[in-house]
Protein backbone atom coordinates (compact mmCIF):
# COMPACT_ATOMS: atom_id res chain seq x y z
CA UNK A 1 0.00 0.00 0.00
CA UNK A 2 2.67 2.40 0.70
CA UNK A 3 4.90 1.62 -2.23
CA UNK A 4 1.41 2.18 -4.48
CA UNK A 5 1.22 6.16 -2.44
CA UNK A 6 4.67 6.89 -3.14
CA UNK A 7 3.98 5.78 -7.12
CA UNK A 8 0.76 8.02 -6.88
CA UNK A 9 3.04 11.19 -6.24
CA UNK A 10 5.53 9.77 -8.31
CA UNK A 11 8.37 9.12 -6.06
CA UNK A 12 8.88 5.09 -7.27
CA UNK A 13 8.88 4.44 -10.95
CA UNK A 14 5.88 3.09 -12.62
CA UNK A 15 5.49 -0.57 -12.43
CA UNK A 16 4.53 -0.90 -16.11
CA UNK A 17 7.27 -0.71 -18.72
CA UNK A 18 5.64 2.06 -20.98
CA UNK A 19 6.16 4.53 -18.09
CA UNK A 20 8.73 3.33 -15.98
CA UNK A 21 11.60 4.07 -18.53
CA UNK A 22 10.50 7.61 -18.90
CA UNK A 23 10.22 8.15 -15.20
CA UNK A 24 13.84 7.65 -14.96
CA UNK A 25 14.91 9.97 -18.15
CA UNK A 26 13.28 12.86 -16.72
CA UNK A 27 14.70 12.51 -13.64
CA UNK A 28 17.76 13.12 -15.41
CA UNK A 29 16.48 15.90 -17.17
CA UNK A 30 19.46 18.31 -18.22
CA UNK A 31 17.54 21.75 -17.97
CA UNK A 32 20.56 23.81 -18.73
CA UNK A 33 20.65 22.54 -23.21
CA UNK A 34 19.50 25.03 -25.90
CA UNK A 35 15.59 24.58 -26.49
CA UNK A 36 16.49 23.86 -29.71
CA UNK A 37 17.81 20.63 -28.52
CA UNK A 38 14.81 19.35 -27.33
CA UNK A 39 11.97 17.67 -29.18
CA UNK A 40 8.52 18.69 -27.98
CA UNK A 41 5.13 17.27 -28.79
CA UNK A 42 2.05 19.48 -29.27
CA UNK A 43 -1.34 18.33 -28.49
CA UNK A 44 -4.75 18.94 -27.80
CA UNK A 45 -7.68 17.16 -26.72
CA UNK A 46 -11.38 17.21 -27.73
CA UNK A 47 -13.75 15.98 -24.66
CA UNK A 48 -17.11 14.97 -23.81
CA UNK A 49 -17.72 17.78 -20.95
CA UNK A 50 -15.10 19.56 -18.35
CA UNK A 51 -15.92 17.24 -15.63
CA UNK A 52 -12.62 15.70 -14.71
CA UNK A 53 -14.66 12.75 -12.96
CA UNK A 54 -17.17 12.66 -15.10
CA UNK A 55 -16.30 13.11 -19.40
CA UNK A 56 -13.73 11.63 -21.45
CA UNK A 57 -11.44 12.10 -24.29
CA UNK A 58 -13.27 11.95 -27.87
CA UNK A 59 -10.35 12.98 -29.98
CA UNK A 60 -6.38 13.46 -29.77
CA UNK A 61 -4.17 15.68 -32.18
CA UNK A 62 -0.61 16.19 -31.88
CA UNK A 63 2.41 17.27 -33.62
CA UNK A 64 5.71 16.84 -33.29
CA UNK A 65 8.75 19.98 -32.61
CA UNK A 66 12.60 19.16 -33.37
CA UNK A 67 14.96 21.86 -33.42
CA UNK A 68 11.94 24.54 -32.95
CA UNK A 69 10.62 23.45 -36.34
CA UNK A 70 6.95 21.62 -36.57
CA UNK A 71 7.29 18.43 -37.98
CA UNK A 72 4.21 18.06 -40.38
CA UNK A 73 4.91 14.30 -41.32
CA UNK A 74 5.33 13.36 -37.81
CA UNK A 75 1.47 14.19 -36.41
CA UNK A 76 -1.05 11.84 -34.66
CA UNK A 77 -4.50 12.35 -34.87
CA UNK A 78 -7.60 9.82 -33.34
CA UNK A 79 -11.24 9.83 -33.02
CA UNK A 80 -12.23 7.55 -29.44
CA UNK A 81 -15.46 6.17 -28.34
CA UNK A 82 -16.25 7.27 -25.14
CA UNK A 83 -17.74 4.58 -22.86
CA UNK A 84 -20.94 6.77 -22.44
CA UNK A 85 -23.37 8.20 -25.32
CA UNK A 86 -21.98 11.33 -26.51
CA UNK A 87 -23.54 14.71 -24.74
CA UNK A 88 -25.41 16.72 -27.61
CA UNK A 89 -23.68 20.22 -25.76
CA UNK A 90 -20.08 18.81 -26.60
CA UNK A 91 -21.02 18.31 -30.20
CA UNK A 92 -22.11 21.57 -30.94
CA UNK A 93 -17.98 22.25 -29.63
CA UNK A 94 -16.33 19.94 -31.29
CA UNK A 95 -18.45 18.95 -34.45
CA UNK A 96 -17.78 15.30 -33.45
CA UNK A 97 -21.29 13.41 -34.35
CA UNK A 98 -21.95 10.25 -33.05
CA UNK A 99 -21.86 8.52 -36.12
CA UNK A 100 -18.07 9.69 -36.79
CA UNK A 101 -16.84 7.76 -33.00
CA UNK A 102 -19.56 5.02 -33.68
CA UNK A 103 -16.64 2.53 -34.81
CA UNK A 104 -13.72 4.21 -33.74
CA UNK A 105 -11.22 2.37 -30.66
CA UNK A 106 -11.71 3.00 -27.32
CA UNK A 107 -9.16 4.97 -25.28
CA UNK A 108 -7.23 2.44 -23.41
CA UNK A 109 -6.37 1.35 -27.61
CA UNK A 110 -5.24 4.65 -28.02
CA UNK A 111 -3.10 5.55 -24.91
CA UNK A 112 -0.22 2.98 -25.85
CA UNK A 113 0.30 4.82 -29.54
CA UNK A 114 0.03 7.80 -28.17
CA UNK A 115 2.43 7.30 -25.44
CA UNK A 116 5.07 5.85 -27.71
CA UNK A 117 4.52 8.55 -30.22
CA UNK A 118 5.19 11.27 -27.02
CA UNK A 119 8.50 9.08 -26.05
CA UNK A 120 10.25 11.41 -24.53
CA UNK A 121 9.24 14.72 -25.90
CA UNK A 122 8.00 17.44 -23.35
CA UNK A 123 4.27 18.08 -23.72
CA UNK A 124 3.13 21.55 -24.86
CA UNK A 125 -0.59 22.37 -24.79
CA UNK A 126 -2.65 25.42 -24.11
CA UNK A 127 -3.74 25.08 -20.96
CA UNK A 128 -2.58 22.16 -21.19
CA UNK A 129 -3.42 20.81 -17.38
CA UNK A 130 -6.76 20.05 -18.42
CA UNK A 131 -5.50 18.31 -20.92
CA UNK A 132 -3.06 16.23 -19.22
CA UNK A 133 -5.78 16.02 -16.37
CA UNK A 134 -7.72 13.99 -18.53
CA UNK A 135 -4.74 12.02 -19.99
CA UNK A 136 -3.35 11.12 -16.25
CA UNK A 137 -6.22 9.91 -15.04
CA UNK A 138 -6.97 7.35 -18.44
CA UNK A 139 -3.39 6.54 -17.95
CA UNK A 140 -3.90 5.84 -13.87
CA UNK A 141 -6.61 3.77 -14.65
CA UNK A 142 -5.74 1.56 -17.20
CA UNK A 143 -2.06 1.35 -16.16
CA UNK A 144 -1.62 2.84 -12.33
CA UNK A 145 0.18 5.27 -13.63
CA UNK A 146 0.72 8.74 -15.12
CA UNK A 147 3.21 10.64 -17.79
CA UNK A 148 6.47 11.86 -16.22
CA UNK A 149 7.04 14.08 -19.39
CA UNK A 150 7.27 17.47 -17.93
CA UNK A 151 4.50 20.45 -19.52
CA UNK A 152 4.73 23.65 -21.18
CA UNK A 153 2.02 25.86 -21.02
CA UNK A 154 1.44 28.03 -23.95
CA UNK A 155 -1.35 30.20 -22.30
CA UNK A 156 1.45 30.92 -19.46
CA UNK A 157 4.20 31.19 -21.80
CA UNK A 158 2.13 34.27 -23.51
CA UNK A 159 1.17 35.82 -20.17
CA UNK A 160 5.29 35.81 -19.67
CA UNK A 161 6.18 37.10 -23.32
CA UNK A 162 3.48 40.10 -22.23
CA UNK A 163 5.02 40.76 -18.88
CA UNK A 164 8.31 40.97 -20.94
CA UNK A 165 7.14 43.20 -23.19
CA UNK A 166 5.43 45.21 -20.45
CA UNK A 167 7.91 45.06 -17.89
CA UNK A 168 9.75 48.59 -19.11
CA UNK A 169 6.26 50.63 -18.43
CA UNK A 170 4.64 51.75 -15.37
CA UNK A 171 1.69 50.59 -15.77
CA UNK A 172 2.81 46.84 -16.47
CA UNK A 173 -0.62 44.62 -16.90
CA UNK A 174 -2.68 44.73 -20.04
CA UNK A 175 -6.33 44.39 -18.56
CA UNK A 176 -7.28 44.37 -22.29
CA UNK A 177 -5.45 40.98 -23.16
CA UNK A 178 -6.80 38.00 -24.46
CA UNK A 179 -4.75 34.74 -23.71
CA UNK A 180 -7.91 32.25 -25.77
CA UNK A 181 -5.59 30.35 -28.38
CA UNK A 182 -7.64 32.11 -31.59
CA UNK A 183 -7.05 35.15 -29.96
CA UNK A 184 -2.80 35.05 -29.70
CA UNK A 185 -2.99 33.61 -33.02
CA UNK A 186 -4.81 36.47 -34.32
CA UNK A 187 -2.56 38.85 -32.61
CA UNK A 188 0.58 37.44 -33.51
CA UNK A 189 -1.12 37.04 -36.97
CA UNK A 190 -0.02 33.13 -37.17
CA UNK A 191 -1.71 30.81 -39.60
CA UNK A 192 -5.33 30.15 -38.60
CA UNK A 193 -6.80 26.49 -37.91
CA UNK A 194 -10.46 25.32 -37.27
CA UNK A 195 -10.99 25.71 -33.76
CA UNK A 196 -12.28 22.73 -31.69
CA UNK A 197 -10.59 20.31 -33.52
CA UNK A 198 -8.07 18.02 -31.57
CA UNK A 199 -5.47 17.73 -34.64
CA UNK A 200 -6.17 21.92 -35.63
CA UNK A 201 -5.82 23.02 -32.03
CA UNK A 202 -2.45 21.03 -31.86
CA UNK A 203 -1.19 22.80 -35.20
CA UNK A 204 -2.27 26.03 -33.81
CA UNK A 205 -0.57 25.74 -30.54
CA UNK A 206 2.73 24.94 -32.04
CA UNK A 207 2.47 27.93 -34.62
CA UNK A 208 2.19 29.69 -31.19
CA UNK A 209 4.62 27.96 -29.20
CA UNK A 210 7.38 28.05 -32.22
CA UNK A 211 6.78 31.75 -32.24
CA UNK A 212 6.75 32.49 -28.58
CA UNK A 213 9.92 30.59 -28.01
CA UNK A 214 11.79 32.23 -30.83
CA UNK A 215 10.45 35.87 -29.51
CA UNK A 216 11.75 35.45 -25.98
CA UNK A 217 14.76 33.82 -27.08
CA UNK A 218 15.27 37.08 -28.03
CA UNK A 219 14.90 38.79 -25.19
CA UNK A 220 17.74 35.87 -23.37
CA UNK A 221 15.62 32.84 -22.53
CA UNK A 222 17.78 30.42 -23.89
CA UNK A 223 17.28 27.31 -22.13
CA UNK A 224 14.65 24.99 -20.59
CA UNK A 225 15.52 26.41 -17.08
CA UNK A 226 15.28 29.75 -18.14
CA UNK A 227 11.67 28.94 -19.50
CA UNK A 228 10.52 27.15 -16.15
CA UNK A 229 12.19 30.17 -14.08
CA UNK A 230 10.46 32.79 -15.94
CA UNK A 231 7.20 31.54 -15.95
CA UNK A 232 7.51 30.98 -12.01
CA UNK A 233 8.54 34.71 -11.60
CA UNK A 234 5.99 35.71 -13.25
CA UNK A 235 3.71 33.85 -11.13
CA UNK A 236 5.41 35.68 -8.45
CA UNK A 237 4.30 38.99 -9.35
CA UNK A 238 0.75 38.45 -7.68
Known amino acids: MFKKLLRRFG ?33 DTELTGLNRQR ?14 QILVGETFHVYIKPSRALPKDSTLIHRITPQQIEQAPQLATV ?54 QWQQYHDRFRMDATYSLAGLSQEYNL ?3 TLHDAYEDALQTAY ?30 F
Not at 12 to 26: E, I, Q, R
Not at 29 to 40: A, G, H, I, K, V
Not at 212 to 235: E, P, Y
Open 11 to 43: LVPPAHPLFADNWYYFRRLDQNRPLSDYEFVVF
Open 191 to 193: PDF
Open 55 to 68: DEIVSIGAVKIRNL
Open 111 to 164: LPDFISFCGQALLVGHYVGLDVAFLNRACRRHYGAVVSNPCLDTMRLAQTYTEM
Open 208 to 237: LFVFLIKKMRAKGIVTLKDIFSAGQAWRNL
